[in-house]
């Protein structure tokens, strides 16, 4: 399998910005990048091995399917961290652009584009994701045999931790209705129900479909690149970094996330615990109050 991953990237600390990407301190985001691409090239790259302890030697592991990965990275300017990574340049591509640092992901959809015809998967990171499961792919390949090319199922973004109130949490939760109205109707065919490894998981359409990412099949990207809106840089989904991640495809296909109950099914880290640390502040906790209510026995 043929996998194509493009990753907007952007750093510049002069600016003061809510953003990781204008912190004053550059090794978060170095940590950040670092984490998402060893990620990949762990789940899907060529070079992994297995140590037989007895004979004292490696064998080839993880050839089924042979997955051949290339990531590309999109900056724009001076205005980044990639010689400062502690990886091997030679695990990625750069790509770069002039374009605005906030428009970065569309001159990433634009190198999915010039590739057509030569991937099996056309994939799109924030630079601060990080991919832990290798049977990601398989789990889409598997709801789009079951629900058709033009349903799509995002991750559910995370953070981890083990400082806060809660370990771990999911950080795109509902939005309100109205803000994606124009853009897709949550009731034309609303859940999924499908059954894996004998267990059932259910989806739902997602009133945030945002996730930081997209992974597209061949039939997928190649149906949304034909669009005629495809890469008119439209802003009008809450701001240019998450319409560049989510608009154009939300536009495109049905949108699908597993449910809370099977949050896990499919998703992906977000680097950090910006989004940890507002619970208890910002974000009130409500599930511990309705867990210490629950009836004993």
Request: charged share 15%.
């Amino acid at each position: 399998m043929k996998i194509l991953v493009t990753l907007p990237h952007f750093y510049n600390s002069q600016i003061e910005s809510k953003h990781g990407s204008q912190g004053k301190d550059p090794r978060p985001r170095i940590m950040a990048l670092s984490m998402a691409l060893m990620a990949l090239q762990g789940l899907y790259g060529e070079s992994q091995c297995m140590i037989n302890i007895g004979k004292c030697t490696t064998l080839p592991v993880n050839q089924a399917p042979e997955n051949q990965l290339d990531i590309i990275i999109c900056t724009t300017g001076n205005y980044h961290l990639l010689a400062h990574l502690p990886i091997p340049a030679s695990l990625y591509s750069h790509h770069p652009t002039d374009a605005e640092p906030i428009m970065l992901g569309f001159e990433c959809q634009a190198v999915l584009r010039d590739q057509l015809g030569n991937y099996d998967y056309y994939c799109y990171l924030e630079d601060d994701l990080i991919a832990h499961d290798p049977w990601l792919l398989t789990k889409l390949g598997w709801f789009n045999s079951h629900a058709g090319f033009r349903c799509l199922l995002q991750p559910n973004r995370y953070e981890v931790s083990p400082q806060g109130i809660v370990v771990k949490a999911y950080v795109d939760g509902d939005l309100y209705p109205h803000l994606t109205a124009n853009f897709q109707n949550v009731q034309d065919q609303p859940q999924f129900v499908g059954k894996v490894m004998d267990q059932p998981v259910k989806f739902q359409r997602a009133l945030n479909p945002h996730s930081g990412c997209y992974f597209l099949n061949a039939e997928q990207m190649e149906y949304w690149a034909n669009q005629s809106y495809f890469l008119d840089r439209d802003c009008s989904f809450i701001g240019p970094l998450e319409s560049a991640a989510t608009l154009g495809i939300m536009k495109t296909f049905k949108i699908y996330k597993p449910v809370a109950e099977y949050a896990n099914f499919l998703e992906i880290q977000h680097f950090g615990s910006s989004f940890l640390n507002l619970i208890g502040k910002q974000v009130k906790v409500n599930h511990l109050a309705n867990k210490s209510s629950e009836p004993e026995g």
